[in-house]
């Protein structure tokens, strides 16, 4: 459009410079030059017209211009205001896409963090099934301890029966045995008694031999047994060498009674 309006001004430049030099062909040409002015006058009206009629097919071709432009420009209003419908409708759109981003970043935050709990819960997990594995182990040894604590008590328990039963055997045999001791001892302390009333007895008979003896012996020297009768006290009272010792006169050893006559030996048993 622009191009055809600076072409026509051009040509109309050209126009007026033309004239000009027509003006001045004229003031300077002779008159055939007249003449040739006037042709070439009428070779530039021939081409001022054909110019004229460039101008107005040009200026045609323009007005279409202006309808195609003025019909785009309608079209670009239709399409603004349809853009203005879809941006009236991406409006919401991109306010619920920005909530739902940030509902999503949200969402993933909490994801992020139930991934970190869950990481967490895994490795309390692990411990504590760690923990209950050493437990295990725990319990397990702890059984086999009482199992080997079990084996030995009954061990024990049997073999304290067996002591005990032993035990009550020995106080058996320790009762048969005191028993027995008992009654050896009553049977040594009546054979002390006994023993002790035989040397009693002996005793007594020792005591009676003795006193037999003396009554039997020489009352003199008690060396002999008596065996000269004093006479006329019957006293048997010495032995012969003791009789036939006394010295005159002769006087019983046991009642001093004067000893008229000597009667012996007699013999005892
Ligand atoms: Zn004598
Ligand atoms: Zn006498």
Redesign the pocket.
């Known amino acids: 459009m622009q191009e055809l309006f600076q072409r026509t001004a051009e040509l109309e430049e050209r126009e007026v410079q033309l004239k000009q030099r027509v003006a001045q062909g004229r003031a300077d040409a002779s008159a055939a030059e007249a003449e040739e002015a006037r042709r070439e006058e009428e070779a530039e009206r021939a081409a001022r017209q054909h110019a004229e009629q460039k101008h107005d097919c040009l200026w045609q071709e323009a007005a279409a211009q202006r309808e195609e432009t003025a019909a785009k420009e309608q079209e670009a209003a239709g399409l603004r205001q349809q853009l203005a419908a879809v941006q009236s409708q991406v409006a919401p759109l991109s306010r619920q896409l920005a909530a739902a981003v940030a509902y999503r970043q949200l969402v993933e935050k909490r994801n992020a963090a139930l991934a970190e709990h869950a990481d967490t819960v895994e490795a309390q997990a692990a411990q504590v099934a760690e923990q209950l594995a050493a437990v295990q182990v725990e319990k397990a040894a702890t059984e086999a301890e009482l199992r080997t604590a079990r084996a030995g008590l009954a061990a024990e328990q049997h073999s304290r029966a067996a002591a005990e039963g032993a035990l009550t055997a020995a106080q058996e045999e320790l009762a048969r045995e005191q028993e027995r001791r008992a009654a050896a001892e009553t049977e040594a302390a009546a054979a002390r008694d006994a023993a002790a009333r035989e040397q009693e007895g002996r005793a007594a008979a020792e005591r009676e031999a003795g006193a037999a003896q003396t009554q039997l012996a020489c009352s003199v020297r008690l060396s002999l047994p008596r065996s000269v009768l ?1 006479m006329p ?3 048997l ?1 010495v032995c012969t060498s003791c009789a036939a010792a006394l010295p005159a006169p002769r006087a ?6 004067m ?1 008229s006559q000597q009667l012996g030996p007699v013999f005892l048993p």
């Open positions: 004093s006290c019957h006293h009272a019983c050893p046991l009642c001093r009674a000893v």
